[in-house]
């Protein structure tokens, strides 16, 4: 499949995908607030299109155990590589920004990292709480790897409590192997329904996500739907893929946002899940708190 010519004018953007850049200095003081504390966040490492719109509204999505993944997904933006050791001091860290922003619903995401021994759940699950002990009112998604198919990291994670357990599938099961770097479609589903299983009867939801446009069909969609139905997940996301330079994987085409809708409806009404973000623009935290069904900051 061949790169498309970023200049030509097929390649344009539509109107649908053009963002507002307005309001520099709330986006300026998160973005100050994170570098003092020495975070990261996958609104900038993914580089988001509702980085804007969210850091407005002074919300974002924390990434931690540093800003360099282990992996290379033919999708991602994030940095990848050999990462740096773990920083001790991000739990309170992120707590604190956490507080200072005045978030009541905090989104926990992470690069993987391959090179620990438990793909970094104990620190996750220790930023979960560092939240928890600064205000325990405050909602928490987490949304870590696969951590490899250990189910035990998996484990270490929810026993901290979070609100909600999201692990994105991605794509569909034909285009996995090609834009996944050593993610598997089974593995991703069998994380997704041991968090289920262990989570429902604590009250914590189960999440997951999809980007359309890398060349699925419309019959693949409808089997990933059915799958994640059938790990017990609740909440899923759906949104534009959208390619982070030339040498990534191409964009196969941009939907439509009626396609959005009526890929949302379906998802609702056919597929049972209890909420679905569907939009162009939509990313993995986008509106996370309105999904998780809590009252928004």
């Not at 939240?131 to 490899?148: A, C, H, K, Q, Y």
């Amino acid at each position: 499949m061949a790169t498309p010519d970023p200049k030509s004018k097929q390649d344009r953007l539509p109107p649908w995908m053009r963002v507002n850049l307005k309001g520099p200095r709330p986006r300026n003081e998160v973005r100050n607030l994170l570098r003092s504390l020495n975070l990261h966040t996958v609104c900038e490492g993914a580089r988001c299109p509702n980085l804007c719109e969210c850091w407005q509204r002074k919300a974002a999505t924390f990434m931690v155990l540093g800003d360099t993944c282990t992996r290379n997904c033919k999708f991602c933006a994030v940095n990848h590589g050999q990462p740096l050791p773990v920083d001790p001091e991000e739990p309170a860290h992120v707590a604190e920004a956490v507080q200072r922003l005045g978030l009541r619903f905090a989104v926990i995401t992470c690069v993987t990292r391959d090179d620990l021994p438990d793909g970094g759940a104990a620190h996750i699950a220790a930023t979960i709480c560092a939240i928890r002990e600064t205000d325990p009112t405050v909602g928490i998604e987490v949304l870590p790897s696969d951590f490899g198919g250990d189910l035990a990291a998996v484990d270490t994670v929810l026993a901290a409590r979070p609100d909600v357990f999201n692990h994105n599938l991605e794509t569909v099961a034909r285009l996995t192997p090609l834009v996944r770097s050593h993610a598997t479609y089974e593995r991703s589903l069998a994380v997704l329904a041991h968090a289920a299983k262990r989570g429902h009867s604590q009250g914590i939801q189960t999440k997951s996500g999809l980007m359309l446009g890398l060349g699925e069909t419309a019959e693949e969609v409808r089997e990933a739907l059915a799958d994640l139905r059938q790990a017990n997940v609740q909440i899923l996301t759906l949104g534009q893929y959208l390619p982070p330079s030339p040498e990534h994987w191409p964009r196969d085409r941009y939907l439509t946002p009626e396609e959005f809708d009526e890929w949302g409806r379906v998802a609702r009404t056919e597929y049972g899940f209890t909420a679905v973000v569907s939009g162009p623009l939509v990313r993995s935290s986008y509106h996370a708190e309105q999904a998780a069904h809590r009252p928004e900051q």
